[in-house]
């Protein structure tokens, strides 16, 4: 799966909230975002059901996103409690 390098940062993150830059991000899966994480919300959503792998790999590994900023760069995933 093209998002596992986040999927395994996050499965191994010890905290409960992650306050990453698009940038660190972009670290963690040695490429870029696509330029569709930049312009659009939807692409950070928490879809239960579809064929987004970004989603998969963050839900799969027990989080969410929150506090999707755009104009800053940045996102915050939260470990989901449901």
Same mark, same amino acid.
């Given at each position: 799966? *093209?998002?596992? =390098?986040?999927? #395994?940062?996050?499965?191994?993150? *010890?905290?409960?909230?992650?306050?990453?830059?698009?940038?660190?991000? #972009?670290?963690?899966?040695?490429?870029?975002? =696509? /330029?569709?994480?930049?312009?659009? =919300?939807?692409?950070?959503?928490?879809? #239960?059901?579809?064929?987004?792998? /970004? !989603?998969?790999?963050?839900? #799969?590994?027990?989080? *969410?996103?929150?506090?999707?900023?755009?104009?800053? /760069?940045?996102?915050?995933? !939260?470990?989901?409690?449901?």
């Amino acid at each position: 799966m *093209k998002y596992a =390098p986040l999927q #395994e940062y996050l499965a191994s993150f *010890k905290g409960s909230s992650w306050h990453a830059s698009f940038a660190e991000i #972009e670290r963690v899966l040695g490429f870029a975002l =696509p /330029q569709s994480a930049h312009l659009y =919300p939807a692409w950070w959503e928490n879809e #239960e059901t579809g064929n987004h792998s /970004q !989603c998969r790999a963050w839900r #799969e590994a027990g989080w *969410k996103t929150e506090d999707v900023d755009l104009g800053g /760069q940045r996102v915050t995933f !939260c470990r989901d409690q449901a």
